[in-house]
């Protein structure tokens, strides 16, 4: 069995150590024979050329890397996870049993880049995988199988992100002989209750100050607050809407809110919020804990020791 593995980030890579754990052959008869990944980039200040995780677990392989998923070798399978690019249908042409998309969504509902992160932030409490054979539309293709799981009170992106590929390294390695010979039955997704995400990028954090303020106060607000990140939806500002959605930013891009730190400083600093819970004052009612922020250019604190070193900052 030949597999390409298309993929990018770091948590991808519980998939990949199974695949090649399980299919590895010395004789490169079997196994992963190349990895199609997104090309380094230049990263930080110093803006120094930064190869991708999965890159980089490729070179100490010695598994060739292609950038470009046009450039696909013939193969028997394509396993594809968070490679963050469309794969074109010439590509898919090139393997034999076509491409297996692990996308953590219970499909059709967030279709796209963040749907883990969208999960959370709109208050599911559940989620999931699908494992669908890839077509040329974004996430449409037929569903080989799905599995579902609990979104706890205390997951974040991280947490729940790593729990869900973990489960999928076994599910997709346990799937893949029954499939190549036609024993799985693929079923159509009802595209009809398709829900769409799109990419998280770093301004995405951003909690409105004043929707800040009243849910520490306990109170909810009727404003209609757009989720940059989920198309067509919108949630109405609470105490336990904002503790979902700076869950879902953790640890990426972060949560993060404006304050002066006193009437006479005329620039706003930024906030991080680090930590957070909504804490349960009735059955129908919460008030928004921080635990834990960071002030720009200063160290982490709690939100009582911050409020202490500056007891006169005005959210704005």
């Not at 052959?25 to 999965?54: A, C, F, N």
């Not at 979104?151 to 997709?172: G, H, P, Q």
């Not at 799985?184 to 004043?210: C, M, S, W």
Request: glycine fraction near 6%; hydrophobic fraction near 40%; proline fraction near 7%.
């Amino acid at each position: 069995m030949k597999i390409v593995f298309f993929g990018t980030p770091d948590y991808v890579l519980l998939v990949l150590n199974l695949l090649h754990k399980t299919f590895k052959d010395r004789s490169m008869e079997s196994g992963i024979i190349t990895v199609v990944t997104q090309k380094p980039k230049p990263v930080g200040r110093d803006q120094k050329l930064t190869y991708s995780p999965v890159d980089t677990w490729a070179y100490k392989k010695d598994i060739p890397v292609i950038y470009g998923p046009e450039k696909v070798p013939p193969a028997d399978l394509g396993i594809l996870a968070a490679y963050g690019e469309i794969v074109p249908e010439s590509a898919i042409r090139n393997l034999k049993f076509g491409i297996l998309n692990i996308h953590p969504s219970l499909l059709p509902k967030y279709r796209g880049a963040s749907p883990i992160q969208a999960a959370i932030a709109m208050g599911e409490a559940k989620t999931g995988v699908s494992i669908i054979k890839i077509d040329e539309l974004m996430d449409h293709g037929l569903v080989v199988s799905q599995f579902s799981e609990d979104i706890l009170a205390s997951d974040t992106l991280e947490t729940l992100r790593k729990r869900l590929f973990e489960r999928s390294a076994e599910v997709v390695v346990a799937l893949i002989p029954a499939f190549t010979q036609g024993k799985v039955k693929l079923r159509e997704q009802n595209h009809d209750e398709a829900t769409y995400t799109t990419l998280v990028k770093k301004g995405h954090g951003f909690i409105p100050a004043e929707y800040l303020a009243a849910c520490l106060q306990g109170r909810s607000l009727k404003a209609t607050w757009k989720i940059p990140f989920i198309k067509d939806y919108s949630l109405h500002p609470t105490p336990y809407t904002l503790d979902c959605f700076i869950r879902a930013m953790d640890p990426w891009p972060g949560a993060w809110t404006l304050l002066r730190l006193s009437a006479s400083e005329g620039q706003a600093k930024r906030l991080k919020i680090l930590k957070a819970h909504a804490e349960s004052l009735s059955p129908k009612r919460y008030t928004l804990i921080l635990d834990e922020v960071q002030l720009e250019g200063k160290n982490p604190v709690s939100w009582e020791e911050f409020k202490r070193g500056y007891p006169i900052a005005a959210l704005v």
